[in-house]
């Protein structure tokens, strides 16, 4: 008999699980993670407002928000922030960048969301959310996480590309290569089987070979 180590569960949410359950006040009134179901999500996290890198974020965010909502998509922001000081930073972005934030921030002074969704690092932060993102699908189902640091702002059209495959590689089973954009070839399943194996250079796919096959959309 030998000893076993246990396995570790990872804390905070989880991919392809249910995303936490929120009911917190925003910009925008008070918003559940039911408010969103039949629709995709994006909540990304900022550590303070009134702060460079996060502003710049936001603008980035707000450039594209027609392009999200095309794509049947809600943005949610989120900081540990008061609900007047996230008023003010709005409104400070008009007025100095010319910019209309359009979507709602949460006000998380109890950190309870920040909490569920694993957005504090103590190694960056106790009291701040480093700059996390999050996409739930229209079933309440976490799909992806991305975590940046403090320093240094995240692509918002990566994110915006992120979300586009996701959704392409649901509507057509399949996966998606390096960097991939529509109009793009897709990665086809790879076969289960040494018979399905054998048949797949048959099947009209670009095929490299056996366990890698793409096809335009």
């Known amino acids: 008999m030998t000893d076993q180590t246990p396995i570790t569960r990872p804390t905070g949410p989880r991919l392809n699980e249910p995303a936490p359950a929120f009911d ?7 918003k559940t993670l039911d408010d969103y179901k039949g629709q995709w999500l994006v909540l990304f996290s900022h550590p303070a407002d009134f702060t460079p890198v996060c502003t710049t974020e936001f603008i980035g965010f707000a450039k594209r928000q027609d392009d ?26 008009k007025e100095k960048f010319g910019t209309q934030i359009g979507f709602p921030i949460i006000a998380d002074l109890n950190m309870a969301v920040a909490q569920a969704y694993g957005m ?27 975590y940046y640091p403090m320093n240094a702002g995240r ?19 399949c996966s998606m290569p ?39 959309l």
């Open 24 to 30: 917190a006040p925003t910009t925008h009134g008070q």
């Open 68 to 93: 999200f909502a095309a794509a049947n998509t809600a943005l949610l922001g989120l900081s540990i922030d008061s609900h007047y000081s996230h008023i003010a930073w709005v409104l400070n972005i």
């Open 120 to 146: 504090i690092q103590p190694g960056a932060s106790d009291t701040a959310a480093v700059r996390a993102t999050f996409i739930i699908d229209p079933e309440g189902v976490l799909r992806a996480m991305v």
């Open 155 to 173: 692509s918002v059209d990566e994110i915006y590309r992120l979300l586009i495959a996701l959704q392409t590689a649901d509507e057509n089973a």
């Open 178 to 216: 390096e960097n991939w954009k529509p109009g793009d070839p897709v990665i086809v399943p790879t076969p289960k089987t040494p018979e399905e194996a054998e048949a797949r250079k048959g099947e009209g796919y670009e095929t490299v070979d056996w366990y890698f096959s793409t096809r335009q």
